[in-house]
């Protein structure tokens, strides 16, 4: 139990182009997720927190016009990377709250903007 | 600002032997605390999570809590080369389910 998915895996887009990742919780719902993104060698940095049917919170420094989140079902919450540079190219990882404020991760996805 | 710190090592063990990974956190409020294990290249996966203070085994993992001196463990006993990994401590300060996750520790199993 407590599966969550992401979906692409991997993608290469030019620079100025908007990518949109979804992730998904299969065999729970989740009021909740999360958006976070990892560079090479560093630690998770939370993004942003998305709630089911109300705007998501970002974290100091994001950008919230450039990282679009929607979370319009309790099983799937979106993220799209508008007009991405090759500076956003990084692995990005979305979880889940499930039971007792357990987060579950999706795999990743991993970006590169050329 | 609210820490969470752990020695990002990297922490060397033969196979077999116990390896013991620890974690701080600065919030005394927080309640639950998580330990997920990260494969290079990959996403988190959770190991364990424990809310009372004491020790919590499953199987040849074992977390400790210690709310008075703010800290919190895993031990991995007989440990194995598939046991390399980077294992994240995070915990929960009741921001509706954020966590706040160390930097890590890396661990390396040699045969």
């Known amino acids: 139990g407590a599966v969550v998915s992401q979906h692409p895996s991997w993608v290469i887009c030019k620079s100025g182009t908007s990518v949109k990742i979804e992730c998904r919780s299969l065999d729970f719902q989740a009021t909740t997720m999360f958006w976070y993104r990892q560079f090479p060698k560093q630690s998770l940095m939370l993004m942003a927190t998305?709630?089911?049917?109300?705007?998501?919170?970002?974290e100091q420094g994001v950008e919230k016009d450039k990282f679009l989140i929607n979370h319009a079902s309790l099983t799937l919450s979106t993220l799209t990377v508008t007009s991405a540079h090759p500076e956003d190219s990084s692995f990005y990882i979305c979880?889940?709250?499930?039971?007792?404020?357990?987060?579950?991760f999706g795999p990743g996805t991993r970006l590169t903007v050329l | 600002q609210k820490e969470v710190e752990q020695n990002s090592g990297p922490l060397s063990v033969p196979e077999g032997a116990i390896a013991s990974l620890n974690c701080t956190y600065s919030?005394?409020?927080?309640?639950?605390f998580f330990w997920y294990r990260q494969y290079s290249g990959k996403s988190p996966e959770l190991i364990m999570f424990i809310y009372s203070n004491g020790d919590k085994e499953d199987g040849r993992f074992t977390a400790q809590l210690n709310k008075a001196s703010q800290y919190v463990s895993l031990l991995i006993r007989d440990s194995q080369p598939s046991d390399s990994a980077t294992y994240l401590c995070?915990?929960?300060?009741?921001?509706?389910?954020?966590?706040?996750f160390g930097q890590g520790t890396e661990l390396s199993v040699k045969p």
């Open positions: 919030d005394r409020g927080s309640q639950s």
């Open positions: 998305s709630n089911e049917g109300s705007k998501a919170t970002y």
């Open positions: 979880s889940a709250d499930g039971a007792l404020d357990t987060q579950y």
């Open positions: 995070a915990v929960n300060i009741g921001q509706g389910g954020k966590l706040i």
